[in-house]
């Protein structure tokens, strides 16, 4: 399992860090980083551990010599 940018304390204080970079407000540069998702939100420690759970489980046997990437298709962070 390969976990992207979680959403949390570090990633939101690297939001932060960002907006403040640029003259943005934080909400504003938080949907420039959702809207980067073909989630349209960012991946949180429950998407992670679902998908651990799912891979773990009967219902994931068959899922041999993969790498699951838990990240909603990121497609820049910039």
């Given at each position: 399992?390969?976990?992207?940018?979680?959403?949390?304390?570090?990633?939101?204080?690297?939001i932060?860090?960002?907006?403040?970079?640029?003259?943005?407000?934080?909400?504003?540069?938080?949907?420039?980083?959702?809207?980067?998702s073909?989630?349209?939100?960012?991946?949180?420690?429950?998407?992670?551990?679902?998908?651990?759970?799912?891979?773990?489980?009967?219902?994931?046997?068959?899922?041999?010599?993969?790498?699951?990437?838990?990240?909603?298709?990121?497609?820049?962070?910039?």
């Open positions: 399992v390969l976990p992207g940018a979680t959403d949390g304390p570090r990633l939101r204080a690297v932060a860090a960002k907006a403040q970079a640029v003259g943005k407000r934080v909400e504003d540069m938080t949907r420039t980083y959702e809207g980067m073909s989630l349209g939100r960012m991946v949180t420690a429950e998407d992670v551990a679902n998908t651990v759970l799912f891979a773990s489980s009967a219902a994931g046997g068959s899922v041999t010599g993969q790498a699951l990437a838990v990240d909603g298709h990121i497609q820049a962070l910039s």
